[in-house]
């Protein structure tokens, strides 16, 4: 229960431990060897996601780029050099490796950002060259200009938000097959019947029990990982650790109680644990982490609302990243305490049901 989520987390995250995405392998042909094709060169280099990595032949480095060697060619034409001399227009040629999309979107990022540069700084050669006094330039070469602030997260930093949905979908997962495990297992050995009197007369107290251990046994683990996500990945704390901390304790009292449901509901340990694999297991792509829940179809957004890791995810990026709207977490905490609270009564009057009576009680696994 307590070891083998830490080698989980630990695994995933070892994949993401360089945290962002830099100098991807860009393969470039320079087909003109001058001054400016060297000039793309040197602001190729500079960027911070590109890579540049020279080739003879285009078809040298598309070999490459099949190979996965590379993620990008770029063909500078034989008269770069000339046409920027008669200011006819260079030409430039790009492929690039969008199997990956981050791979793909920061390396488009890198050449988009050189080439606009560059394209800027020739823009205002040739005006000074026309007379244009220096200081309408750049309204001449950049008559709309946008100021960029990118919040949250602008140094692309993919651990915070992958980090921050692998805890819950692998906590998820756990919690809740531990949970049905442990129930029908003791339902399927007989080691339910010493529960049989408890269960007759107080039966959410034996059921809060069993329900309480797992939360707080889960809720140690969330707590230590996340510590490690905020002291080693350097994960930001903007807002209110004891709301998040909070969300977490209703997240794992959720994911536990929907366990239980689970269980109260089939009393078959198999199809228990084939249910919580449905419920779990592809719950990441539901968080709305690598794809947005409003672009979901309905079905897609109702099922996601279901999962207890969408609403931990929520209190993650609004406390961690974002620091605010502390009314958005409480709901959220409120939300998985209500549906905690429904799946444990329906859970525990199922279970119930299988505990008293000793027909249902055996060794068929």
Not at 270 to 293: E, H, K, N, Q, T
């Amino acid at each position: 229960m307590c070891v083998y989520p830490f080698v989980i987390m630990g695994l995933l995250l070892a994949i993401f431990s360089a945290q962002v995405l830099d100098k991807i392998p860009l393969g470039v042909v320079d087909n003109s060897q001058g001054y400016y094709s060297h000039e793309l060169m040197r602001a190729l280099k500079s960027n911070r996601f590109l890579d540049p990595r020279p080739f003879p032949t285009v078809a040298s480095a598309k070999k490459a780029l099949e190979q996965g060697r590379i993620y990008g060619v770029l063909s500078v034409d034989k008269s770069y050099d000339k046409d920027l001399l008669k200011h006819t227009g260079a030409q430039l040629n790009a492929w690039i490796n969008n199997e990956y999309l981050l791979v793909g979107g920061n390396l488009s990022k890198g050449l988009l950002s050189v080439v606009g540069y560059l394209q800027s700084k020739y823009q205002r050669s040739t005006l000074a060259a026309m007379g244009v006094p220096p200081a309408m330039l750049a309204s001449f070469t950049a008559p709309l200009q946008v100021s960029e602030n990118i919040l949250y997260n602008p140094g692309m930093n993919y651990i915070y938000f992958l980090g921050l949905g692998l805890l819950p979908a692998v906590l998820q997962l756990f919690v809740c097959m531990s949970v049905c495990y442990a129930l029908l297992w003791d339902v399927k050995t007989r080691r339910a019947k010493c529960l049989r009197f408890g269960f007759r007369r107080h039966p959410y107290a034996v059921s809060g029990g069993r329900i309480a251990f797992y939360t707080a046994v889960y809720f140690g683990v969330l707590a230590v990982w996340l510590g490690i996500l905020i002291a080693f990945f350097k994960t930001p704390v903007e807002g209110s650790l004891l709301r998040t901390l909070c969300g977490g304790a209703a997240f794992v009292f959720l994911t536990a109680s929907t366990g239980l449901l689970i269980a109260g509901c089939t009393n078959n340990l198999r199809l228990s644990l084939s249910m919580c694999a449905i419920y779990a297991a592809p719950a990441f792509a539901y968080y709305g982490v690598s794809f947005p829940v409003q672009s979901m179809p309905a079905l897609a957004r109702l099922w996601a609302e279901v999962l207890s890791g969408t609403h931990l995810n929520r209190i993650f990026v609004n406390e961690l990243l974002r620091g605010a709207n502390a009314v958005g977490t409480w709901q959220e905490i409120a939300f998985m305490l209500a549906m905690g609270t429904l799946f444990f009564v329906v859970g525990t009057k199922g279970y119930a049901r299988w505990i008293k009576q000793d027909k249902y009680l055996g060794p068929q696994l």
